[in-house]
Nanobody, 125 residues
């Protein structure tokens, strides 16, 4: 399984970006997908997740501004980010946890069969 993120960049506060994560490889019937971010000097944090049952979760800091979705046909995971703030500046990673659902906690991605992308930088000024 490989995950490749794209769509990051620099944007002014209040602007929007859409991140994409192209996924290749096998797919289990139960799975979790998520976007995480990590700012310099801070721990990696989960911002949005969805599972194979269609459940969706957002961190409080992004709820109402970010939207996670997936295109099953193209095997792409998206993160639409609106009303961006300087505190959203971070490296954004997508993650795929196999054989586990429904989503309970972002720590579900810290064990088991989990794959990560290389990240895409988002800078909001």
């Amino acid at each position: 399984v490989q995950l490749v993120e794209s769509g990051g960049g620099s944007v002014q506060a209040g602007g929007s970006l859409r991140l994409s994560c192209a996924r290749t490889g096998y797919k289990s019937s139960n799975y979790l997908l998520a976007w995480f971010r990590q700012a310099p000097g801070k721990e990696r944090e989960g911002v949005a997740a969805l599972d194979s049952a269609g459940n969706i979760n957002y961190a409080d800091s992004v709820r109402g501004r970010f939207t996670i979705s997936q295109d099953n046909a193209e095997n792409i995971i998206y993160l639409q980010m609106n009303t961006l703030r300087p505190e959203d500046t971070a490296m954004y990673f997508c993650a795929n946890r196999m054989g586990w659902a429904p989503f309970k906690n972002y720590s579900d991605f810290l064990w088991g069969e989990t794959y990560w992308g290389q990240g895409t930088q988002v800078t909001v000024s």
